[in-house]
């Protein structure tokens, strides 16, 4: 491709991954488009910086690829796991030959896996998300160009990753502020409470029950049950007895 019309592919790409509705969307839509636009690349995935793990499989292109990716959270060991926790770039040439991570190697070898190129996935901070995973069943697969290609498509899909992430917090953002309202209503309805009163109660229901203010209110709405009796909603607004 020329300038001209490599600009107007990561364009089009960049658009395409901004349109996915939500996290796992943007995340599949990556690998299906990594394997388009990467030249040597047969199979793709993605592993995650998660609480739970370093490289939680996120998504990919298929079986072969999700096992692969599971096998490296497993084993602790392969080139996407350290990428995901080194912020390193790492390629294999040859599964069958390459000792840096033995057992890993030769599992996926046996798959149909002979080689591997692991780029990072940065957030538009910097921040270390993830590994994007490119697979190929033919040795030495990913030329330099693949490696720079890798590079440039990842740092596309870490800035839709990023926003996918901002915009599903806003969204839970707004829902948990509509839920704990609901909730105030209810509440003022029933006890003739002012609308502090309310939320006070939902916060003292969340203190003593060790359970966040956003899930007390999703109780009340969503089960219809009250948090607290009306001596108890006295209790939490001491105002009320007076």
Known sequence: MNPVER????????RDLL???NEP????????????????????????RTARSPAEPGASTGPLVQRADELQE??????????????????????R????WPEWAARVADLGILSVLSVQL????????????????QVNAFSRNDLDEAHLFAAHAG???????????????????????VAQGMLIQRYGLTLDQAFNVLARHSQESNTKVRDVAAQIVEDGSLPATHDEVRVASPELAN
């Open 25 to 48: 969307l943007t995340l599949e839509r990556i690998a299906e488009l990594a394997v388009q636009v990467v030249p040597g690349c047969e199979w793709a995935g993605i592993s995650l």
């Open 122 to 137: 940065l957030g538009a901070e910097g921040e270390l998300l993830g590994a994007l995973n490119l697979y190929a069943p």
């Open 159 to 181: 800035g839709a990753i990023g926003i996918s992430r901002e915009v599903s917090g806003l969204r839970e953002a707004l829902r948990s502020r509509h839920l704990i309202g």
């Open 19 to 21: 349109a996915q509705k």
């Open 7 to 14: 600009a107007k592919v990561y364009a089009d790409l960049s």
């Open 97 to 100: 030959t390459d000792h840096r």
């Open 74 to 95: 497993s084993l602790q060991q392969g080139p996407c796991y350290d990428t995901s926790v080194e912020n390193e770039t790492h390629i294999i040439g040859d599964t």
